[in-house]
């Protein structure tokens, strides 16, 4: 095996597990807003959080690894795709993630208890999903970037990378408006009790 074959294997090897991770953390993040109780609801979010901290440790080694191994590397390269939506995880969606593990939380003495409207609203919420799940997606086209199957940029291959990268785009704003809209189904059953609950007090009461 020649040294191009070693960094070829390492960068698969080191995008793989990038794309493994953060598929994982996407696919755990669909069923948070479906968790059946407050415990289920906070082991979920944990588990999300130690996820994305796996994820983001990937993302640092990545330049370390390859900088040891000599050589040209592309997994760098192909980082990059999925460092974008990755970004707005740790600095946005991990927060709100927190949010939810804490509210989750509050209910320790009734860890079977319902999850609250507003809680599941939260859990459902756009930057808490999407961003995770387009992290796992575009890690997944970095792959073939590592393996050495599409060059960036200014290749035979750039026109197919061009074309990858629409579907990404495409597959992405997909995902937003599937969560955005996922989100507003569940937004309006926060106020549903106290709609109810108005509506039994008389108008003219003292």
Known sequence: MNAVDV??????????TLAAVWLTAGLLVDGLPTAGTARALRR????????????????????LITNVVPGVSSAPTAALL??????????????????????????????LAPVPPALRA????????APLQVTGLTAVVGLPIAAGLVELPGSGASSLAGIALTAVAVAALAIGIRAALRH???????MAPLSRGRERVPADAR
């Open 7 to 16: 960094d070829t294997a390492v960068d698969v090897i080191l995008i793989g």
């Open 44 to 63: 979920r979010a944990g588990l999300l959080r130690v996820l994305v901290g796996v994820g983001a440790a990937v993302f640092v080694s990545i330049p």
């Open 184 to 190: 507003s189904r569940l937004a309006p059953l926060v």
């Open 122 to 129: 939260a859990a459902a919420h756009p930057l808490v999903a």
């Open 82 to 111: 999925p460092a974008v939506p990755a970004l707005i995880v740790l600095t946005a969606g991990l927060r709100r993630l927190s949010w939810v593990r804490r509210g989750a939380g509050a209910f320790a003495t009734a860890p």
